[in-house]
């Protein structure tokens, strides 16, 4: 399967700040998605990633929060802008052909101080 | 209702024995379904999938799936204290064009395997 390079690993922020995170892969996906997994929770999907267009995003996910960019097949990033605490996560990019099963990447884990 | 719902345990069982994890759904037309593994800190990794009623066997893994009961279950033989993590439930999300790509997790279940 692809190899899935996200980055940052982990970082911790401040308030109010914005933090970009990359996801990287060695070869051409058709779909990327980003999730979110919040301290003792399940995977949650923030959106999935289009290719030249506006992500898609799910329900309680807002682009202004959320921006992602997909500018080709092998490279997305999702920004969380504006942190607070709640925002304390990992977050996750995942990528799948058609039909697939979906591969992650080794996550961003998020401290908003 | 959750979409996919799992004991979220913790199940404890002796190392060599058989491991029973459960998932149920709620959308009975759902078609392909998933299971990954969590290790703490680590990302899901996929280790089975299933498409099909009946038996699905990789190695010491065999899935299985019962649609009209809305069920899949991960059975693991011979169980290792490797195997402790998080076992997560995923199913393909439906809608009126049929299946989509996005998944449905759920909230995972935690095997710990006593040595």
């Known amino acids: 399967s692809a190899v899935i390079s996200q980055k940052p690993s982990r970082d911790i922020c401040q308030r109010g700040t914005s933090l970009t995170i990359q996801c990287q892969v060695d070869s051409q996906v058709t779909m990327m998605f980003w999730y979110r997994q919040q301290p003792g929770q399940s995977l949650t999907l923030i959106a999935t990633?289009?290719?030249?267009?506006?992500?898609?995003?799910e329900s309680g996910f807002v682009i202004d929060k959320f921006p992602i960019s997909r500018p080709n097949l092998t490279f997305s990033t999702l920004t969380v802008s504006n942190m607070s605490p709640e925002d304390s996560s990992i977050y996750l990019c995942s990528v799948a052909d058609s039909n697939q099963p979906q591969h992650f990447g080794d996550g961003t884990r998020l401290s908003i101080l | 209702q959750k979409e996919v719902e799992q004991n979220s345990g913790p199940l404890s069982v002796p190392e060599g024995a058989i491991a029973s994890l459960n998932c149920t759904y709620s959308d009975r037309v759902s078609q392909s379904f998933f299971w990954y593994r969590q290790y703490s800190g680590k990302s899901p990794e996929l280790i089975m999938s299933?498409?099909?009623?009946g038996d699905k066997e990789d190695g010491r893994f065999t899935a299985q799936l019962n649609k009209a009961s809305q069920y899949v279950s991960l059975l693991i033989r011979d169980s290792q204290p490797s195997d402790s993590a998080t076992y997560l439930c995923?199913?393909?999300?439906?809608?009126?064009?049929?299946?989509?790509?996005?998944?449905?997790f759920g909230t995972g279940t935690l095997l710990a395997v006593q040595p």
């Open positions: 990633a289009n290719q030249g267009s506006e992500a898609t995003y």
């Open positions: 995923a199913v393909r999300a439906m809608n009126y064009g049929g299946a989509t790509n996005k998944l449905i």
């Open positions: 299933i498409y099909s009623n």
